[in-house]
């Protein structure tokens, strides 16, 4: 069973602080895609990483997927309260077989 | 164009009840799965339907069930209510189904409650 783990777990930062959240994991994923989840609504996908190494920017947001395929950061700069949710990491495996998540990261950033 | 739509958003049970929950996917979409969401175990995969299949499935009870109609809307029942079941019940549907590099499309979930 492929698993996926997050750290931290919780995470209460000051507005313009930077951050990153890790995603581990033993297992190779085909592609890795982190969600943002905010309160009283479904996950929304930021990105999706197909490549080992590659790294993607969405504005502030950074994110790597290593090299192995393995593991994989999202790195926040100058957090905003707009940053606030819950956000998932979720690997692909080979075929069809279903997306694996990762319990999440609960960032909350006090303006 | 509309987003994924489920119903009920909120609803209460007592143990030992059944309940029925409803997803209308994105039109076009014809992958439909649905996840368990707790604080404690995160966002666990329930089951799959690609075309009024069912694809994948995950390891819950056979009290948990589904469906997908031609129209591509889908169902899931769990039957037999367990305390443990209280969660936030997602859908989420997509162009190509699971195991492509394509995007979850997810819905804003239905709230069970088991008293």
């Known amino acids: 069973t492929q698993l996926l783990e997050q750290s931290p777990q919780f995470l209460s930062i000051q507005e313009g602080e930077n951050l990153t959240v890790y995603c581990n994991s033993s297992s190779v994923f085909s592609s890795l895609q982190w969600y943002r989840q905010e309160p009283g609504e479904g996950p929304v996908l930021l990105v999706t990483?197909?490549?080992?190494?590659e790294v993607k920017k969405l504005k502030r947001l950074t994110f790597q997927f290593g090299d192995a395929r393995k593991d994989s950061s999202l790195h926040i700069t100058a957090a905003q309260p707009g940053d606030t949710g819950l956000y998932l990491c979720?690997?692909?495996?080979?075929?069809?077989?279903?997306?694996?998540f990762g319990k999440g990261t609960r960032l909350s950033v006090i303006a | 164009k509309a987003g994924v739509t489920q119903t009920p958003r909120y609803l209460i049970k007592t143990r030992g009840q059944q309940v029925t929950l409803s997803c209308s996917p994105i039109?076009?979409?014809?992958?439909v799965s649905w996840y368990q969401q707790t604080p404690g175990q995160g966002l666990q995969f329930l089951f799959e339907?690609?075309?009024?299949?069912q694809r994948n499935k995950g390891n819950f009870p056979g009290r948990f069930s589904g469906r997908q109609f031609s129209n591509s809307r889908s169902e899931m029942n769990v039957s037999t209510l367990e305390l443990g079941d209280s969660a936030l019940y997602l859908c989420?549907?997509?162009?190509w189904g699971q195991g492509n590099t394509g995007e979850l499309f997810f819905g804003e979930g239905s709230r069970l409650t088991v008293l």
């Open positions: 039109s076009g979409h014809r992958s």
């Open positions: 990483v197909v490549t080992g190494g």
């Open positions: 339907y690609f075309s009024e299949t």
């Open positions: 979720a690997g692909a495996g080979i075929g069809n077989t279903p997306l694996v």
């Open positions: 989420a549907s997509s162009s």
